[in-house]
């Protein structure tokens, strides 16, 4: 069983930037495809973007320009660097692993998620 754990959440204001990083516990973690989700209260949990083990990534429309996800297969962490927050952006940020290291938008192709990071941005 994969262990994932989420850090850097907080307290941004508009425009501003946030690290979120996601260790894993275990060394397969450099075969499998990392992604982010978050979810804001009331709404569904939505897919932010993924990278697969080749460094391949992709990202959602709503975050494309602003967010970049990135990986250190020697440290078992990935990370997601937010730019340009705005206020909609506000919401507990989840890390998951898909072990066939294809990745997806749905959150029904991972195997394992990490606790959540709560991220808030004021206006």
């Known amino acids: 069983q994969v262990q994932l754990v989420e850090s850097g959440g907080g307290l941004v204001q508009a425009g501003g930037s946030l690290r979120l990083s996601c260790a894993a516990s275990?060394?397969?973690?450099?075969?499998?495809?990392m992604a982010w989700f978050r979810q804001a209260p009331g709404k569904e949990r939505e897919f932010v973007g993924f990278?697969?083990?080749?460094?391949?990534?992709d990202y959602s429309d709503s975050v494309k320009g602003r967010f970049t996800i990135s990986r250190d297969n020697a440290k078992n962490t990935v990370y997601l660097q937010m730019n340009a927050l705005k206020p909609d952006d506000t919401a507990v940020y989840y890390c998951?692993?898909?072990?066939?290291?294809?990745?997806?938008?749905?959150?029904?192709?991972?195997?394992?998620w990490g606790q959540g990071t709560q991220v808030t941005v004021s206006d």
């Open positions: 998951a692993a898909d072990r066939l290291g294809w990745g997806s938008s749905s959150p029904n192709a991972y195997d394992y």
């Open positions: 990278i697969r083990w080749t460094g391949n990534t």
């Open positions: 275990e060394s397969t973690f450099s075969r499998y495809c």
